[in-house]
């Protein structure tokens, strides 16, 4: 924080050659002891030659440190914009910080958001949820479209954990299978569901990675698709047939519905009963699971939700100038809906036997 602190006092970064012949330098530091939520700590303190930077997260003749650090990036990461975050602390806190030492402290963290995408990861996971969600991004004097990936994963202690994100211009089966190999790199071996939109090629990509995981597509992706070109006056009663196959209680059921429900559209809404019929066992995996399971895979609503929020946290941005303000930005959303995730899903007791009872061979105990 310090070091930053001193960048935007300088106006150049360390190591940097725009500050030859600037006037002022680095000048090495000097111990410091300060008093912390933790007891005593030392730190070291930056200085530059002409003698005049003075610090505001640990004030000169201060022992105890203002958290600056803390506060600006609980700010950024609620979704304020770097011109919102110096007004508020100078009208609230009475502290002036520029708009470009805001920038250079929340720049700070896009080391740990490094650390935390390459981070290892557990060998086994009993359910990942897959989607994306799009963002603008300016490019080569452009707004476009660009898709952060998001995968959630189940460990086997019942918690919920993003395992990565990454950003692509679209959503595709091919980047996919780029961040399907990123997971076994960092130490995935097996996963025991996946739950995903019905992009087209997706399953067999994730066939092609972890293939004896069970996939299952998502239902409320194929429902949207479904309604897509239904017209208003058909909507209500259309909805009502569809949800008679998804609400089964058993496979053979739900194909008994769908065959009434083709009887009924199939001639005037083709495509919708076509799509039905085209991903019939990836929609139809989590009737081969206990009610318990079920209600855990049935839809990508756990990951939409997500999306949702992290939606509430970067909705003042219209549009991200760079990647890298786009991945710091949902970054640090991430780390404050993460903060909530602290209990184990529902009965997670009773789900895991019923986990360990169908999948015995893949689960050690």
């Given amino acids: 924080m310090l070091e930053g602190e001193l960048d935007a006092h300088l106006g150049y970064e360390k190591h940097s050659s725009s500050g030859n012949n600037s006037g002022n330098s680095r000048n090495g530091s000097f111990p410091k002891k300060i ?18 930077f003075a610090p505001i997260v640990v004030p000169k003749h201060e022992s105890r440190g203002l958290s600056i650090e803390k506060l600006v990036i609980s700010l950024y990461a609620k979704g304020m914009s770097v011109s919102d975050i110096e007004d508020e602390l100078r009208d609230i806190y009475e502290i002036n910080l520029s708009t470009s030492a805001i920038s250079i402290i929340t720049n700070k963290v896009t080391q740990a958001a490094l650390e935390w995408q390459n981070r290892p990861l557990d ?12 963002f603008k991004v300016r490019e080569s004097g452009k707004i476009i479209n660009k898709t952060v990936y998001l995968c959630v994963g189940l460990n086997d202690r019942g918690y919920k954990e993003v395992l990565g994100m990454w950003i692509g211009k679209g959503e595709s089966s091919s980047f996919w299978m780029g961040v399907l190999t990123d997971l076994k790199a960092r130490g995935v071996e097996d996963i025991l569901i996946t739950v995903t939109d019905n992009l087209n090629g ?45 609400t089964s209680v058993n496979r053979e059921q739900a194909a008994s519905a769908l065959s009434h429900f083709e009887q009924k559209w199939g001639s005037k809404y083709r495509h919708a009963v076509q799509s039905w019929h085209r991903n019939w066992d990836d929609l139809t995996a989590f009737f081969d699971f206990p009610v318990e399971i079920r209600t855990i895979i049935y839809t990508t609503n756990l990951i939409e939700n997500l999306n949702g929020k992290i939606r509430k946290y970067t909705k003042t941005k219209m549009s991200f100038p760079t990647d890298d303000a786009l991945r710091k930005s949902v970054w640090l959303a991430l780390q404050e ?13 009773l789900v895991m036997n019923q986990f360990i009872a169908i999948f015995e061979n893949r689960i050690e105990i």
């Fill in 35 to 52: 008093q912390t939520e933790h007891g005593e700590s030392i730190i070291r303190v930056p200085r530059d030659r002409n003698g005049d």
């Fill in 123 to 134: 060998r086994l996971y009993m359910v990942v949820w897959m989607d994306g969600i799009v």
């Fill in 202 to 246: 997706f399953t067999d990509t994730i066939k092609t990675v972890f293939p004896h995981s069970v996939t299952q597509i998502c239902v409320v992706h194929q429902i949207r698709n479904s309604c897509k070109y239904v017209v208003w006056k058909d909507m209500k009663e259309f909805t009502a047939d569809m949800r008679e196959i998804y």
């Fill in 337 to 349: 809906i993460e903060k909530k995730w602290t209990m184990p899903i529902k009965n997670w007791g």
